[in-house]
């Protein structure tokens, strides 16, 4: 299983992702999570990341690429990984492709989580996170069993510096013109599979599930 997971801030890919990884026990990968990791302990990638993400703009592609292809060479992504938030420009998804052939390996598919912009503002600036594990949870729709607490971890939730409501219309405007191309890019390979994510967590997971299994036959075929 070679996942790419996209869709917009808010959309539920780290949510989701989470439910995936544990049933097909592959590794999550999320550039979101490391970055904030690494700004968490002030690493030099950490330290520059930070200025564009408090901002809500892309880190540049060769920084993020560089920081990918390392990841993906780790012991743990020889049987598959879910790629959370990566690809997210054309030239990172061209990078990706690069990086498969040149192993002749090949994605089983690029899920598109569907959620209208209406739906966005109110999910983030619900949501609370945990750094420790990347888990996230939401006010009103996925409570933790304590509050403030990690279900998973046990760690201190907080809420995201770029959750702000001017900051996630800003990662809106730089998903519809730096992401969206993805989905012709993907459409075009007839890697594209979409899943309507305005439904609950549980239904969205449901039929994600379905797409997977799905795809998973047709590579085996
Ligand atoms: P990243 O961390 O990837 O942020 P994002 O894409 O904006 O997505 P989010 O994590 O905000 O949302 P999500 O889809 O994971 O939703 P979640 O499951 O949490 O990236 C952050 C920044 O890092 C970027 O802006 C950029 O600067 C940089 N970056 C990262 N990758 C990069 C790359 N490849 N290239 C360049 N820069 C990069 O859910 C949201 C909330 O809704 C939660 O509270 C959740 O509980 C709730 N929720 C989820 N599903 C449902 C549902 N079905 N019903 C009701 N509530 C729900
Ligand atoms: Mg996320
Ligand atoms: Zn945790």
Known sequence: MKIVLFGPPG???????????????????STGDIFRRNIAENTPLGVEAKKYID??????????IRMVYDRLEQEDCYNGYLLDGFPRTVKQAEALQ???????????????????GSFIIDRMTGRRVCLACGASYHIKYNKPKVQGRCDVCGSDLIQRKDDTEDTVRERLEVYETQTAP?????KSRDLLRTVDGTKAINLVFESICKILGESYDNIKK
């Open 11 to 29: 959309a539920g890919k780290g949510t989701q992702a989470k439910s995936i990884c544990n049933r097909y026990s592959i590794p999550h990968i």
């Open 55 to 64: 901002k809500g703009h892309l880190v540049p592609d060769d920084v993020t």
């Open 98 to 116: 690069y990086f498969l052939s040149s192993r002749k390996e090949c994605l089983t598919t690029a899920l598109l989580i569907e959620v209208p």
């Open 182 to 186: 993805l989905i012709d890019f993907y």
